[in-house]
């Protein structure tokens, strides 16, 4: 499974440091190529021998690898190498110093020149990874796009109980193994997914809509594809371009032809997402040519547009994932349990409009998810992208999870 994948780990002073060795040796068993690079205070708590002799490779701790021959590492080509950068133990202080930028050793210039995923498993005394500035900067993490595996509870070195053991090399050698399924778990499966605002015309000059720019769907349309899935996106009126191979777009207008879009395509997906704002209500009789202003009241009759994910919930498919937004002014919480509930939801993504820098047009959001199972997960504020490739993750996991039971 791991056969060939290159994972790049960055090793911090912590006394879980010791557990790097049996992460090692457990990926060079599963034939994954493993580079250490380690910063100057893991050097305290095990040897460069011991890791190098793991992973068959010297370790790396400094840009001059030999300071007589001028050789030197070069942390832009370790960067572009490695499939996955580990940060293993990660620090407070390395915490802190990714969160903002500081470039003052041969791990912080790799983290800094990656281009590929970066995880990061914390390992710190519990005050220290309570603190509001250990959470401040895991959050600035997760919001630049790194994944976390988070410290355990248990007993920690210090002989105090609570959060901050570091996952064990069983655990993070799980994690890794997760990861890279799910990065190719989308393969050949097919997402349906609706973006965007509808526009239910008044007359051929007026309409009803909503403030929905279609970022958030946009966004998901491009992580699905990018995880492997053909992606058929059904598009109210927006002013974006998506353009990738596996991201079939459909146009609509209306409610009535998102509806109609998304009922002869939903039996063939394997993952629906319900993220239109789709207008609840449409003017009962369009009129054919402008309304005049003739009256001093006007009266318009509305009809109410059909609810396509409770349509789409009703039938569901055993297999099939299903996943919906909410957007609420007030009790966000119980109406977006409520919402899960009456439309079938495996997954319900609550937007909170309270926050700055969330909701509509924003290219940032904050948003809560919460699963049929009763997991609930809040994610920091973080661009529409970060939301939208953790939202694809947790549908992959629910893919292969149905997978397993149907
Ligand atoms: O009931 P409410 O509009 O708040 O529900 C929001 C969820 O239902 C979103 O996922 C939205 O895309 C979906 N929805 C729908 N058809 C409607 C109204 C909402 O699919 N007519």
């Known amino acids: 499974m791991l056969k060939g994948k290159k994972i790049l780990i960055g090793v911090c ?59 030197w590492n070069n942390h832009v080509a370790l960067g572009l190498w490695a499939d996955l950068l580990l940060i293993a133990p990660a620090s407070a202080h390395t915490l802190a110093k990714m969160a903002h930028g500081i470039c003052d050793n041969l791990l912080m210039a790799v983290y800094l020149s990656a281009r590929c ?36 509870e248990g007993e920690l070195a210090s002989g105090l109980y609570g959060k901050g053991r570091m ?11 997760n990861f890279f399924a799910i990065g190719s778990m989308l393969e050949n499966k097919t997402v349906l997914l609706t973006a965007g605002p509808t526009i239910e015309p008044l007359d051929p000059v007026r309409y009803i809509t909503n403030h929905s720019t279609g970022k958030m769907g946009y966004a998901l349309a491009n992580a699905f594809a990018q995880a492997g899935a053909q992606v058929q996106l059904v598009s109210g009126p927006v002013h974006l371009n998506l353009q990738h191979y596996r991201v079939k777009t459909i146009p609509v207008t209306t409610a009535r032809q998102m509806y109609e879009a998304v009922s002869s395509h939903w039996a063939q997906a394997d993952v629906i997402v319900h993220s239109a704002a789709v207008a609840d209500y449409a003017p009962a009789s369009p009129a054919t040519q402008k309304i005049k ?19 789409i919930g009703k039938q569901l498919l055993p297999w099939q994932v299903h996943v919906g937004f909410a957007l609420e002014t007030e009790n966000e919480e119980t109406n977006a349990q409520e919402k899960m509930k009456r439309k079938n939801f495996d997954l319900i993504v609550l937007n909170s409009l309270n926050e700055q820098g969330a909701g509509f047009g ?40 149905k997978k397993h039971v149907v």
Request: charged share 20%.
């Open 13 to 71: 002073g912590s006394i879980a440091a010791y557990k790097i060795a049996g992460l090692v040796r457990l990926l060079v068993k599963q034939e994954a190529e493993v580079q250490l690079i380690m910063t100057p205070a893991a050097t305290h708590f095990i040897t460069p021998l011991t890791l190098a002799t793991l992973s068959r490779k010297p370790v790396l701790l400094d840009y001059i690898a030999n300071p007589h021959t001028g050789e």
């Open 117 to 152: 995923p970066v995880a990061i498993a914390p390992a710190m005394d519990v005050d220290m990874w309570l603190h509001p500035s250990t959470e401040r900067n895991v959050n600035q993490l997760q919001a630049d796009g790194c994944h976390l595996i988070p410290p355990q």
């Open 167 to 177: 996952a064990e090399p069983e655990q993070l050698l799980e994690w890794i193994s």
């Open 293 to 311: 202003k003739t009256s001093d009241t006007f009266w318009l009759e509305l009809t109410k547009n059909p609810d396509i994910a409770a349509e």
């Open 362 to 401: 924003h290219s940032t959001n904050k948003v809560t998810l919460f699963f049929r199972d009763g997991r609930r997960e809040a994610l920091p504020l973080m661009t529409k992208a970060n939301v939208a490739r953790i939202i694809v993750e947790r549908v992959a996991q629910m893919v292969l999870a």
